[in-house]
């Protein structure tokens, strides 16, 4: 059971948009704690997608962007790619672990 | 261009322990990052194991504190993750990353490497 919650999966045509939710709660995201995202592709070293919030590591397209409201945060993917495929995690820090704690993960399909 | 890349044993038995080692290329493990290791058992999330800082300071998940230990091998540009007394239960890809001092996200990891506790 991962402290963070995420939906196990997500699907978009090529071209669309889709959007990854991530609830925490009052010792993370809700105690003001910022929300990282990573990308997972099979066979891959995960990758810093969205730091703090909504902060792109140079080289992320301008496709992908988060934002953090109360207890949740999101990550929007808009004009989906076929190597858009993959999972991807939220990350917060956790007053109760006094370190990280991570979404279950979301499993991106690109129809 | 940072790198980290794990190694170890891929099969430990039950009881035994588990040791791997992140080698770190393009940075110094004396720079002023967290070092961390990060672990996915089968059909699961992320779990954070636990950071070491050159300066001596370590970090451990609560519920893995008394079995696990995270140091630096300054010298020899690495870092490595021992696990005592491990069950099943320890089965998971480990990867090691890096923590910024400045932040709370990971920005550069390892591909991971699969460890299976079994006899």
């Known amino acids: 059971q991962s402290v963070l919650t995420q939906p196990p999966s997500v699907s978009g045509a090529p071209g669309q948009g889709v959007t990854i939710s991530c609830t925490g709660g009052?010792?993370?995201?809700?105690?003001?704690?910022?929300v990282h995202w990573y990308q997972h592709l099979p066979g891959t070293a995960p990758k810093l997608l969205i730091s703090d919030n909504h902060n792109r590591p140079s080289g992320v397209p301008e496709r992908f962007s988060g934002s953090r409201s109360g207890t949740s945060a999101s990550l929007a993917i808009t004009g989906l790619q076929a190597e858009d495929e993959g999972f991807y995690y939220c990350q917060s820090y956790d007053s109760r672990v006094s370190g990280p704690v991570f979404g279950g993960g979301t499993k991106l399909t690109v129809l | 261009q940072v790198h980290l890349q794990e190694s170890g044993p891929g099969l430990v038995k039950p009881s035994g322990t588990l040791s791997l080692t992140c080698a770190v290329t393009?940075?110094?493990?004396?720079?002023?990052?967290?070092w961390s290791w990060v672990r996915q058992s089968p059909g699961m999330g992320l779990q954070w194991i636990g950071e070491v800082f050159h300066g001596g300071s370590m970090n451990y998940q609560p519920s893995l504190t008394g079995r696990v230990t995270i140091s630096l091998d300054r010298s020899n540009g690495r870092f490595s993750l021992t696990l005592n007394s491990v069950t099943a239960a320890d089965t998971a890809v480990y990867f090691c990353a890096r923590r910024p001092i400045s932040g709370a996200f990971l920005d550069y990891w390892g591909q991971g490497v699969l460890v299976t506790v079994s006899s």
């Open positions: 009052s010792s993370n995201i809700g105690a003001n704690y910022n």
């Open positions: 393009g940075d110094a493990v004396i720079s002023n990052n967290w």
